[in-house]
């Protein structure tokens, strides 16, 4: 079993910055892929950025590329969503997810991934 809490959200403006943090139990947080999902109102949750168990295997929604960067660090736990340029589209609830998650095409897929957090609200004023 692998609990996850966010944390990180919160008021930026146009053009700031954000960063969240996900932190994981568990002992075999190095093996899980993670991905980070978001969820505005009236919208279905998206897929944003993952980060797969094996080194080069980052993959990033059209969205927030060349914007977003995800990052881990195994010796804490804990994966990253550093957010920079931030557009008030950004705004949603943001998810971080685990999970042994296919390579490629399965870490856009959201019920590829076990494991959820209880989501961090960022909001972006224009």
């Known amino acids: 079993q692998v609990q996850l809490v966010e944390s990180g959200g919160g008021l930026a403006q146009a053009g700031g910055s954000l960063r969240l943090s996900c932190a994981a139990s568990?002992?075999?947080?190095?093996?899980?892929?993670m991905g980070w999902f978001r969820q505005a109102p009236g919208k279905e949750r998206e897929f944003v950025a993952a980060?797969?168990?094996?080194?080069?295997?980052?993959i990033y929604a059209d969205s927030v590329k060349g914007r977003f960067t995800i990052s881990r660090d195994n010796a804490k736990n804990t994966v990253y969503l550093q957010m920079n340029s931030l557009k008030p589209e950004d705004t949603a609830v943001y998810y971080c997810?685990?999970?042994?998650?296919?390579?490629?095409?399965?870490?856009?897929?959201?019920?590829?991934?076990?494991?959820w957090g209880q989501g961090t609200q960022v909001t972006v004023s224009s």
């Open positions: 997810a685990a999970g042994r998650v296919r390579y490629g095409l399965g870490y856009y897929n959201s019920r590829e991934y076990e494991y």
């Open positions: 568990g002992r075999t947080f190095s093996m899980y892929t």
């Open positions: 980060d797969g168990w094996s080194a080069g295997s980052t």
